[in-house]
């Protein structure tokens, strides 16, 4: 079935946070630093708020409700740093907001933003974790104690005894560079007063519409009931929109102050350099096995850049450490994460949440072990990859109560499949280097609880089903309507899925982590179930049949095996509709997709170009609610993959300044680096909850850069024998580079 959105959307009909149509609308801009590290010695406004249209420049000292900051999600052992929503005393990263300007147009609110002096005492700056780790940098990697928020080491099994007699041991050191969430919508907020509450109605471009309510009803002393926070269309989040930021806060002061509609737009260099970035980071890794290829463990380091201040991305280490398990039966493990400030932009979650990272670092380090033990990393893998018969299997990855359990998988198989249609390798005779890699994961999915879905039945037999979760893309109205029609029994056409605001449920989850189809999905379904059973007892009563014994069928209900003995369904539906609210709070809110990729690439040994000739894409993402749905997830997913592995680099020097806010700088991937890769789907059933849902949003980007990374590799050592690939991207110089090494 194809999306029910989608028409809507490909012919403009979109309604975006810029979109919204409201007389008096004034508009926003900032005053931000141009510098990565400073003392604000003095902010001069005299002349900006002289200039046309201006109404209100306000710094920090003019807003006294903006002194705590923001908060963001982090464990509760880091050195914490909130981030200022105004900054009125230090500026920590380049695009870090001092001022902002109202006016009566855009342009009048940026010029008069370009008027705003301030003087700046220049502080030295640490770039992100690469730069600053490079060796010609100023800070080094022994120089970055002061800079650590957080150490964490998670240790299971005999560690020294994996590493002892007669264990079989490769290494390798990785850089992965910070990736931005390059979305097709930047960053917009309208807010406006709202007559209805007497507070605040805010359209923005959020993941996260409840977590944006949360942080502007603290703000502004508001009750939460009395801010609504809308997200009608999203063009594009990948994880970037999860946070709250203080561009929104800001703009719905703005409204609240002047009592006017404010909206700010963000400039595509604005986004690129204030929106979160995610990865950076540094892992050196380390693998034993016997001389079988038998895994016995895996230890390492791995220094995560968390930015200027704590947000979102201080919790990556512990996915990043945790999917280093991918698919295999590893008895032991000892890895040590470090979160890092450095004078960047506050680092979050994108499309893969940290998942690619500990995946790209043990897939790295099976391929190097396969080396030293002369055994094809396709067969190393087969050997230690968790049996069927296993399944639940505990890892031994301390994690909750009872570990980490895998839930549900056939590994063996995914492997065996993607081999098989990947098929011999293509054959060249342009001079080009073709290599080949594969890559397994496994990958949690579907985190949170409490997920809420409130379905409402008229009397005209419409339905109304309204959820919490925020979409950006991911098909939310068509996936729930089927799932409703499919458990309430109700014609497809009729029941109508409204997201992404929060005057209609209670809280919810953002939306991340391919969360959708286990937390939306389960709890949709739990209140078409319920709407059923009530619309069976009352038509039961009229009937004087047994709810059990009643069917809906045509928009009546029948006595089973008694058409005859049917009442209309309009006719058990109250002249006010029938309405419940359900939650889904499952005891095991994660359940475990996996998959199994496979690229063939073809190498320019002169110029470096890499040409990725077949990928295959062999996944286990449960019930599939919609194919087509889950298809393009994977289309969409293995495109980020493909942009991390050779393009995408938010590029900071070592003293903080950035390189890359802008399409000119900061590479993407387009329809001529993509082609479809091959898709093969299995399903195992998963009792992580009722509907067997997993997750399928993260599968086609996590196991992406080990395989190309790995197929670049194999591609280079037939020119190069001992040529590893140990940086991402993997850049055309970077190729050049290693093959004249």
């Not at 049917?566 to 939650?583: A, F, H, Q, T």
């Not at 289309?635 to 070592?654: F, I, K, N």
Request: aromatic content about 6%.
């Amino acid at each position: 079935m194809p999306r029910v959105e989608d028409e809507r959307l490909i012919t403009g009909r979109g309604r975006f946070a810029g979109d919204i149509k409201l007389d008096g609308l004034v508009h926003v801009a900032f005053a931000r630093s141009t510098v990565p590290h400073a003392r604000i010695v003095s902010i001069d406004a005299a002349a900006a708020k002289e200039m046309p249209g201006v109404l209100e420049v306000w710094t920090a000292a003019d807003l006294p409700e903006v002194a705590d900051g923001l908060s963001d999600w982090a464990p509760n052992d880091v050195i914490a740093r909130a981030r200022p929503i105004l900054n009125g005393d230090e500026v920590n990263y380049v695009g870090e907001a001092f001022a902002v300007v109202v006016a009566g147009t855009d342009y009048e609110a940026h010029d008069a933003a370009e008027q705003v002096l301030a003087e700046l005492d220049a502080l030295p700056g640490v770039g992100d974790v690469n730069a600053a780790t490079a060796k010609d940098a100023p800070h080094v990697h022994e120089d970055m104690d002061d800079n650590i928020s957080r150490r964490k080491t998670v240790t299971y099994g005999d560690i020294d005894a994996a590493f002892g007699d007669g264990s079989v041991t490769a290494g390798i050191r990785l850089q992965t560079a910070r990736v931005a969430g390059a979305a097709m919508e930047t960053r917009t907020v309208t807010a406006a007063p709202d007559d209805d509450t007497g507070g605040l109605k805010v359209w923005t471009s959020t993941q996260n519409v409840f977590g944006v309510r949360e942080s502007i009803a603290g703000v502004l002393g508001l009750e939460e009931e009395s801010v609504r926070v809308l997200a009608e269309d999203v063009g594009g989040g990948f994880g970037a929109k999860g946070s709250v930021y203080p561009e929104e806060v800001l703009t719905a002061i703005a409204a609240w102050r002047l009592k006017r509609p404010a909206r700010w737009v963000a400039s595509r260099s604005e986004d690129g350099a204030t929106t979160a970035h995610a990865h950076g980071s540094v892992i050196e890794m380390e693998i034993a096995a016997d001389r079988d290829g038998k895994l016995r463990g895996l230890r390492g380091r791995l220094m995560h850049d968390m930015g200027a201040y704590t947000a979102s991305g201080a919790s990556q280490p512990d996915l990043i450490v945790a999917h280093m398990l991918s698919a295999y039966v590893m008895p032991a493990m000892e890895v040590e994460s470090q979160v890092v400030f450095t004078n960047a932009v506050p680092s979050g979650f994108i499309r893969g949440g940290g998942r690619p990272l500990g995946n790209y670092a043990v897939e790295r380090a099976i391929d190097q072990l396969a080396v030293a033990l002369d055994i094809p990393p396709s067969e190393l893998r087969r050997r230690n990859l968790v049996q069927p018969e296993q399944i639940p299997f505990t890892t031994g990855f301390p994690s909750g109560r009872r570990g980490l359990v895998y839930d549900s998988g056939d590994y063996p198989r995914l492997l065996n499949l993607t081999l098989e249609k990947a098929g011999p390798p293509p054959e060249l005779d342009d001079g080009r280097l073709v290599g080949f890699g594969v890559s397994c994961c496994v990958e949690s999915t579907g985190f949170g609880g409490g997920e809420p879905a409130k379905l409402r039945l008229n009397q005209d037999g419409s339905a109304e089903l309204y959820v919490g979760s925020t979409p950006q893309g991911q098909g939310h109205q068509t996936m729930a309507a089927q799932v409703t029609a499919d458990r309430l029994g109700w014609p497809f056409e009729k029941i109508r899925v409204t997201a992404g605001d929060t005057r209609n449920t209670p809280p919810a989850e953002l939306t991340a982590g391919s969360r959708t189809a286990v937390q939306v999905g389960n709890a949709t379904a739990k209140a078409a179930v319920a709407m059923r059973k009530r619309l069976l007892e009352r038509a039961g009563e009229v009937l004087e049949a047994d709810a059990a014994d009643l069917i809906i069928e045509d928009g009546r209900i029948a006595v089973r095996g008694a058409p005859a003995k049917s009442v209309p369904v309009g006719e058990v539906i109250p002249n006010e509709g029938l309405e419940v609210l359900e939650s889904f709070d499952p005891k095991r809110p994660l359940a475990y997709s996996s998959g199994c990729h496979a690229a063939y690439v073809a190498v320019d040994p002169d110029t470096g170009q890499v040409e990725v000739l077949r990928y295959v894409i062999a996944h286990d993402t449960g019930k599939v609610i919609n194919e087509l749905i889950v298809e393009g997830q994977m289309h969409g997913a293995y495109a980020h993959g493909l942009g991390y592995s050779l393009h995408e680099a938010a590029v900071y020097d070592p003293d903080g300044s950035f390189r890359t806010a802008s399409f000119l700088d900061y590479t993407i991937v387009s329809t001529g680096e993509v082609r479809p890769p091959e898709l093969v789907h299995i399903e195992t059933p998963t009792d992580a909850n009722p509907e067997s849902f997993k997750g399928a949003g993260e599968s086609g980007t996590i196991p992406a850069p080990a395989a190309i990374s790995a197929a670049v590799e194999d591609a280079l050592r037939k020119r190069k024998p001992d040529a590893v690939v140990d940086r991402l991207p993997i850049t055309s110089d970077r190729i050049v580079e290693i093959l004249g090494s």
